[in-house]
């Protein structure tokens, strides 16, 4: 088992940034791939970004395309930021981290999960 923490969530105005951190401990080992999903009230989990450890590659979901970006701390291996810029209101959500064997983008194929931060866009 993988556990995740995430941290870096809060109220920001629109067009504003903020970092998300996602670090992993555990049974790393098991999981090639990080990666970021978002829950708004009323709404399915939606996928954000993932970071593939293997390739170094990248994936985003098409609403945050050019406006966010997933990273890997080359120092502290087991962990992933996202950071968001150019902030809008319907990004707000609670911000989950997640962890697999391989990049996936459906939250229902997802079995390790964080346990969540708010990010509040104000308008």
């Known amino acids: 088992q993988v556990q995740l923490v995430e941290s870096g969530g809060g109220l920001v105005q629109a067009g504003g940034s903020l970092r998300l951190s996602c670090a992993a401990s555990?049974?790393?080992?098991?999981?090639?791939?990080l990666g970021w999903f978002r829950q708004a009230p009323g709404k399915e989990r939606e996928f954000v970004a993932a970071?593939?450890?293997?390739?170094?590659?990248?994936?985003y979901g098409d609403s945050v395309k050019g406006r966010f970006t997933i990273s890997r701390d080359n120092a502290a291996k087991n962990t992933v930021y996202l950071q968001m810029n150019s902030l809008k209101p319907e990004d707000t959500a609670v911000y989950y981290c997640?962890?697999?064997?391989?990049?996936?983008?459906?939250?229902?194929?997802?079995?390790?999960w964080g346990q969540g931060t708010q990010v509040t866009v104000s308008s």
């Open positions: 970071f593939n450890w293997a390739g170094g590659r990248t994936y």
């Open positions: 997640a962890a697999a064997s391989t990049v996936i983008t459906s939250a229902a194929a997802i079995s390790n």
């Open positions: 555990g049974r790393t080992f098991s999981s090639s791939a």
